[in-house]
């Protein structure tokens, strides 16, 4: 009995010692964010106009401008929690061929851009996307449509619910930071998560906003069931297109699903706007 009592002991403070660990570094394991390019533009045989978005607090958000002739909607692009808008130069590529402009830039701390991550930075971060398409690149709201990629589709979902943007679309995107710290660790107690970036709130505020939901059945970090959340808490008009292929390599795998999942949507926002004199 009293050797059973030592090992309980043992694994109590070995189960404290996690919690707190995770407690104290859930930025350092929520932001996991690059400052080197690993590839170039020119690489990848592509031009891009560097811009600069100044936030609310004054950070100098960067980013690349790929403009479309004769497009008159632009696509915000918002990657997910690690690397940097280096290595989402492909999507950007497939965006341009289905004949839209887009801008995809870097959190703060990401890439070029100043200052360190948190929750309400990355929301101040797209807020001042938006507006500098509004401001600087003479875009009306109504002719953005934000694209969020699993983190980026709490920052994607947030800016949507207070911009009247274009369509909103969500690539593995998760239900809400507390919901995968249960799916991950599910021995840690919730309410110690501080993070919320919660999608399904965002989302579930929308009410004519036209919405794409892009998730996997094979994803291995974001499961399958956050995409199926969210599709479910999204009003008219949505749609949810199941992919095949992991949470990092999706988009090859999946490519031609994806690709014409965007020009379908892009062509029900152009019949929707038609129809309303846009």
Do not use: C
């Not at 632009?74 to 997910?80: A, C, D, M, N, Y």
């Not at 600087?136 to 009247?164: C, T």
Request: charge should be negative; charged fraction near 25%; proline fraction near 3%.
């Amino acid at each position: 009995m009293n050797m059973l009592f030592k090992i309980l002991i043992a694994l109590a403070g070995m189960y404290l010692f996690l919690i707190v660990i995770l407690f104290l570094f859930q930025g350092q394991m929520l932001f996991l964010p690059e400052r080197d390019f690993f590839r170039t533009l020119q690489s990848m045989g592509l031009e891009a106009e560097d811009v600069w978005a100044e936030t609310k607090d004054g950070k100098q958000i960067h980013g690349w401008y790929f403009n479309k002739e004769n497009s008159d909607k632009v696509v915000v692009l918002s990657h997910g929690n690690a690397g940097n808008i280096s290595g989402r130069i492909e999507i950007a590529e497939m965006l341009l061929d289905l004949g839209v402009s887009v801008l995809m830039y870097d959190y703060r701390g990401y890439g070029k851009s100043e200052g360190r991550p948190s929750e309400k930075g990355l929301q101040k971060d797209i807020e001042s996307v938006i507006e500098y398409l509004t401001e600087s690149k003479g875009y009306r709201e109504n002719q953005i449509i934000l694209y969020g990629r699993s983190l980026g589709g709490a920052v994607s979902a947030f800016g949507a619910s207070k911009y009247d943007v274009a369509g909103l679309v969500l690539d593995s995107a998760f239900k809400d930071v507390k919901t995968m710290a249960s799916d991950i660790y599910p021995i840690v107690p919730t309410f110690l998560v501080r993070y919320h970036f919660s999608t399904i709130n965002y989302l579930s505020s929308l009410e004519s906003t036209p919405v794409l939901i892009l998730h996997s059945r094979d994803d291995e970090i974001v499961g399958f069931h956050h995409g199926e959340e969210l599709y479910d808490a999204a009003q008219e008009p949505k749609t949810f297109v199941p992919l095949r292929g992991g949470h990092n390599d999706l988009f090859f795998t999946s490519n031609n699903t994806i690709k014409r999942s965007w020009q379908e949507f892009l062509e029900q926002l152009d019949n929707d706007g038609n129809s309303e004199g846009f």
